[in-house]
C-alpha cells in the first residue's frame, strides 16, 4: 500500500495534477490558495473557515517570477498562499533562510518569525537566520500577491555550515 501510495505521489506530481495528494502524508509542504477577490497590500487575514481555491502539495517552494498567473494555478492577482508542513534538519546548527518573493512573504518555523519579506515589491530576497536542533520542526511560509504586473513567485531557500545556498530540497520537506 505504501508503495502505491508513494507512486500515486510521485505520479501526481509528475503529471502536476498535486490535488491527489494533499491530504495524504508524504513529501513536500500542503499549499492552499486563496483567492482574495481585492487587493492587498499586507499579509492577509485568512478566517479557518475560509475554503482554499486550490489545495495541493508542493515539493518544494521554487516558483520563479516568469509566468502571468501563478505556477500551476489561474490566480493573477489579489490572492494568498499558505505553505504548512514540515523541516527536516540534517544537524544542529545555525540555518539562514532566504525568502525571495514577489510580492510579500513570511517564513515561521516553531512558531517564530525567521523571516519577513512583506510589503509590495517585484522579486526580492530577504533572510534570518536561526538556531535549529537536528530533527522536525513546523514550517509555514504565508505569501500574497496584489498586482501581477511583473509575475509572482515565491523562492525558499537556506544554508549552513557545511551546506551550500539551495532552495530547499524536497527531502527535506514533509507534510
Known amino acids: ?31 492552499e490558495y486563496f483567492d482574495l477577490g481585492a487587493a492587498v497590500e499586507t ?55 532566504f525568502l525571495e518573493s514577489d510580492d510579500g512573504s513570511r517564513l515561521i518555523i516553531d512558531g517564530k518569525q525567521v523571516v519577513d519579506n512583506g510589503g509590495l515589491h517585484e522579486m526580492q530576497v530577504d533572510s534570518g537566520n536561526v538556531e535549529l536542533k537536528a530533527g522536525e520542526h513546523e514550517l509555514k511560509v504565508d ?15 537556506w544554508k549552513a555550515d557545511g551546506l551550500p545556498k539551495e532552495v530547499v530540497p524536497e527531502k527535506a520537506l514533509c507534510h
Open 1 to 31: 500500500m505504501k508503495k502505491i501510495l508513494i507512486l500515486a505521489c510521485a505520479l501526481s506530481l509528475w503529471t502536476g495534477n498535486h490535488a491527489f495528494a494533499a491530504e495524504e502524508s508524504g513529501p513536500g509542504l500542503i499549499g
Open 43 to 97: 499579509f492577509p487575514t485568512i478566517s479557518t473557515n475560509q475554503k482554499p481555491t486550490l489545495k495541493r502539495v508542493d515539493k518544494n517552494l521554487n516558483f520563479r517570477s516568469t509566468e502571468i498567473t501563478f505556477p500551476g494555478t489561474k490566480l493573477q492577482s489579489h490572492f494568498a498562499i499558505r505553505w504548512t508542513g514540515k523541516i527536516k534538519i540534517p544537524k544542529d546548527g545555525k540555518y539562514t533562510f
Open 143 to 157: 505569501y500574497y500577491e496584489n498586482e501581477n504586473d511583473g509575475g509572482a513567485g515565491c523562492v525558499l531557500s
